[in-house]
DNA sequence: ACTTAATGCAATATATATCTTACAATATCG
DNA sequence: CGATATTGTAAGATATATATTGCATTAAGT
């Protein structure tokens, strides 16, 4: 399960709701730095915060993160 | 974000394709304990695991996981 | 060019996801 | 009932997600 690469439109995904990393870590209670990581694949986040990233850019979750390769 | 519930189907999904905790723990690189607590709701996984529980179940990240009373 | 906002990045600390081992409880099947 | 498979659960250890602080870099606007 490590090797096991995951992409994810984050960035993406807060740029097109006008968000800030630091406005987008406000609302989903975690620090600026994290989503920073997360977006640049450094992080496997927690599917706790995975879903409130989905809530709080309007996306679902598939839309947010998959496998590399799968899509 | 600490005091969100989440709901997921992980024991459903696993059960429809007839696998056992263990068989689907192998299948996914974890332990059979990890299967059991994450069925229980008691542990808040990481995205990569559950990508890999979802492909291993034919099911999709929005339909093993959700915010608990949003849907 | 200067100022400020936004992001990148690094070191250290803390919380927690996961592992290991072990045993108890429950289901399944002869 | 007895045997085996499956699941529940718990204590302690390890790995890693996340926090904290600080500073460097880049982008945007004046």
Not at 9 to 24: D, I, N, P
Not at 30 to 49: C, D, S
Request: aromatic share 4%; proline share 1%; net charge negative.
């Amino acid at each position: 399960m490590d090797e096991l690469e995951i992409d994810n439109r984050v960035k993406l995904a807060r740029v097109e709701k006008g968000l800030t990393q630091e406005e987008l870590a406000d609302l989903v209670g975690v620090t600026r730095q994290t989503i920073g990581l997360i977006e640049a694949g450094k992080y496997n986040p927690t599917i706790k915060l995975c879903l409130m990233l989905a809530r709080a850019t309007g996306k679902d979750l598939d839309g947010l993160f998959w496998i590399r390769g799968e899509r």
